[in-house]
C-alpha cells in the first residue's frame, strides 16, 4: 500500500508562482513512476507531467512545458511540480499520482495505482 500527502496549493496571481509537494509512504520501493494530473470544473482529468523514479526522465504536456518542472527527491520519497508563470487556464485541482510498474512513463489516468487527495490552485484572471 502507498499514501500519497499532497501540499502547496492556493491562489496566486497571474504570472506568479506556486510549487506543489507530494510526498509517498508505505511501499515506495515499488513504485516505477510518478506523475501530476489536474482536473478543472467540467473537464475531464489531464495529464500534466510525469518523472520516472530511477531515471529522472521527464514528461510535460505541451501546455506547461518550459513554465512546470518536475523534479523528485529519492532520499524523502517526495515529488515536486514547479510552476511559474501561471496563467488562469491553470486553475484546476491538481493531484499527484504514483504508478506501481511499467517500462515507460504512461499519460492515462487509468494506469497509475494510487492517488492524493488534491491540492486547489487558482489563478484569478
Known amino acids: 500500500q502507498v499514501q500519497l500527502v499532497e501540499s502547496g496549493g492556493g491562489l496566486v496571481q497571474a504570472g506568479g508562482s506556486l510549487r506543489l509537494s507530494c510526498a509517498a509512504s508505505?511501499?515506495?520501493?515499488?513504485?516505477?513512476?510518478m506523475g501530476w494530473f489536474r482536473q478543472a470544473p467540467g473537464k475531464e482529468r489531464e495529464f500534466v507531467a510525469a518523472i520516472m523514479w530511477s531515471s529522472g526522465n521527464t514528461y510535460y504536456v505541451d501546455s506547461v512545458k518550459g513554465r512546470f518542472t518536475i523534479s523528485r527527491d529519492n532520499a524523502k520519497n517526495t515529488v515536486y511540480l514547479q510552476m511559474n508563470s501561471l496563467k488562469p487556464e491553470d486553475t484546476a485541482v491538481y493531484y499527484c499520482?504514483?504508478?506501481?510498474?511499467?517500462?515507460?512513463?504512461?499519460?492515462?489516468?487509468?494506469?497509475?495505482?494510487?492517488w492524493g487527495q488534491g491540492t486547489q490552485v487558482t489563478v484569478p484572471s
Open positions: 499520482a504514483a504508478r506501481r510498474g511499467g517500462s515507460y512513463y504512461s499519460t492515462k489516468s487509468s494506469e497509475y495505482d494510487y
Open positions: 508505505g511501499r515506495t520501493f515499488s513504485l516505477y513512476a
